[in-house]
């Protein structure tokens, strides 16, 4: 057995070296990674999972850091262009985010989850000025059955910085290389931790800085409304780290 990036696939060979294809259904961030245990299931490792495939080739997810805490949903981007939540082990999508948000680089993009389950942030980056970055994120709240989105902090169509909307006394000097907003973590169900950055950016109203970084707690309340309840400017050692930590994203 091999597992094989070029087409997304495992490759089962013979005694003989005669090649045939084991699975097709990898996906896009395949590593090398493959292991079988002694019942003939094959197991390889990708960007955020480790999928399992029985004897007869059939894929399921044996551990994942795109499913939900509660096991009931599962984030999957197919071929790396296709983002979307199915149900936990099958193929029925219940949320298209292709269809919600533009994602050209979707192999780029991550799903985290709050520890209810219940609602999630989508970091991506969408169409943006060639040589710059820019990342946003999508909220989504579970109601009922259905995935809804929720209202975003930030204005995508405004001229100023996410960061610069979030901490409205830190002004755009100038068009901004990087643009980032993400969300980190989810404290509890209801409080996501949120990091911006920019590099173009007015701290106080006498000094300047050509970049800065904060991290902003943002509450949800039952409707899904938000609102940020807590500022926090990073320090150069703290952007330092955190940038390292996302090195590639």
Same mark, same amino acid.
């Given at each position: 057995?091999?597992?094989?990036?070029?087409?997304?696939?495992?490759?089962?060979?013979?005694?003989?070296?005669?090649?045939?294809?084991?699975?097709?259904?990898?996906?896009?961030?395949?590593?090398?990674?493959?292991?079988?245990?002694?019942?003939?299931?094959?197991?390889?490792?990708?960007?955020?999972?480790?999928?399992?495939?029985?004897?007869?080739?059939?894929?399921?997810?044996?551990?994942?850091?795109?499913?939900?805490?509660?096991?009931?949903?599962?984030?999957?981007?197919?071929?790396?262009?296709?983002?979307?939540?199915?149900?936990?082990?099958?193929?029925?999508?219940?949320?298209?985010?292709?269809?919600?948000?533009?994602?050209?680089?979707?192999?780029?993009?991550?799903?985290?989850?709050?520890?209810?389950?219940?609602?999630?942030?989508?970091?991506?980056?969408?169409?943006?000025?060639?040589? /710059? +970055?820019?990342? &946003?994120?999508? *909220? %989504?709240?579970?109601?009922?059955?259905?995935?809804?989105?929720? =209202? #975003?902090?930030?204005?995508?169509?405004?001229?100023?910085?996410?960061?610069?909307?979030?901490?409205?006394?830190?002004?755009?000097?100038?068009?901004?290389?990087?643009?980032?907003?993400?969300?980190?973590?989810? /404290? +509890?169900?209801? &409080?996501?931790? *949120? %990091?911006?950055?920019?590099?173009?950016?007015?701290?106080?109203? =006498? #000094?300047?800085?050509?970049?800065?970084?904060?991290?902003?707690?943002?509450?949800?309340?039952?409707?899904?409304?938000?609102?940020?309840?807590?500022?926090?400017?990073?320090?150069?050692?703290?952007?330092?780290?955190?940038?390292?930590?996302?090195?590639?994203?």
């Amino acid at each position: 057995m091999a597992a094989d990036a070029g087409s997304h696939s495992i490759l089962e060979f013979s005694t003989d070296g005669t090649k045939k294809i084991f699975a097709s259904t990898l996906g896009f961030d395949v590593s090398s990674g493959l292991a079988c245990d002694r019942s003939g299931n094959v197991f390889v490792l990708n960007k955020h999972s480790i999928l399992k495939f029985d004897s007869s080739g059939t894929p399921s997810t044996f551990a994942s850091d795109w499913v939900s805490p509660d096991k009931q949903w599962e984030y999957r981007c197919v071929d790396g262009n296709w983002p979307e939540i199915v149900k936990a082990g099958t193929t029925q999508v219940v949320l298209d985010l292709s269809k919600d948000q533009s994602v050209p680089h979707a192999t780029e993009a991550e799903v985290v989850w709050a520890p209810d389950s219940k609602r999630f942030a989508f970091n991506y980056s969408p169409p943006h000025v060639p040589h /710059t +970055s820019y990342e &946003t994120i999508a *909220l %989504y709240q579970l109601r009922g059955d259905k995935w809804t989105a929720l =209202g #975003s902090p930030v204005d995508e169509t405004s001229n100023r910085t996410q960061l610069a909307q979030l901490a409205k006394e830190h002004l755009p000097e100038s068009d901004p290389s990087r643009d980032i907003l993400r969300v980190r973590n989810w /404290t +509890s169900a209801n &409080t996501a931790i *949120l %990091y911006a950055y920019s590099d173009a950016v007015r701290v106080g109203s =006498g #000094s300047r800085s050509s970049e800065a970084s904060f991290l902003f707690t943002l509450k949800f309340d039952a409707e899904g409304n938000s609102k940020i309840v807590k500022t926090q400017q990073m320090s150069g050692k703290e952007v330092k780290s955190l940038t390292n930590k996302f090195e590639g994203f």
